[in-house]
């Protein structure tokens, strides 16, 4: 597509449930990354992704949330037995080139899709 | 351990008036990036800017102006002339370097946002 798409757009679950987060990057972009936005504050990093690698998963809060991109495209954000507090936008964002491989003077950027507004009742 | 901070939570002004948005950060990296990201209600990041940390040039793009001053360690950013399509909500992000050739840019710290609001 032309960008990053997030699925659902909205999720609600009853504490305790599981979900799942659909992401689908740019096609053709190596990198991709996961941030949590709570209300009225700026996205925290996640984890990322290198194709299929998860090079990066010190955001994670507990053992809770898991990502995977088994083919290094789309990947999935699951978090089980859903709390209250993980409640926020979940953002999706991918970018041409991996981690580590930028020149100085490129013009690489993230591209963000909208997100998934995640409340648990 | 990087931190980004943007102490206005809430401008509003009035349309056809300027409004400078503040930023300021903290790392302990060299070589760093320095980005600003529009957040319309839609809730997609909008880029709108990347700045490196060797490169104090100030940079205008339209309405847009961008102010980097390493020795304060502020970003700060520019609307000439607002418009009420420029009410969102506007992130100021920093992302770390590595050595030479390589960078971590897409991790990015992020400032807590303001929320900037043209009148009509």
Redo the contacts between chains.
Sequence with gaps: GAGVSQSPRYKVAKRGQDVALRCDPISGHVSLFWYQQALGQGPEFLTYFQNEAQLDKSGLPSDRFFAERPEGSVSTLKIQRTQQEDSAVYLCASSFWGWGLILWNTNEKLFFGSGTQLSVL | AQK?TQAQTEISVVEKEDVTLDCVYETRDTTYYL?W?KQPP??????LI?R?SFDEQNEISGRYSWNFQKSTSSFNFTITASQVVDSAVY?C?LSGG?N??????????????TILTVHP
């Design positions: 980004v980005f990201y839609s809730g997609e990041l909008v880029f990347r490196n992130f992000a590595t030479a050739g390589g960078t971590s840019y897409g991790k990015l710290t992020f400032g807590q946002g």
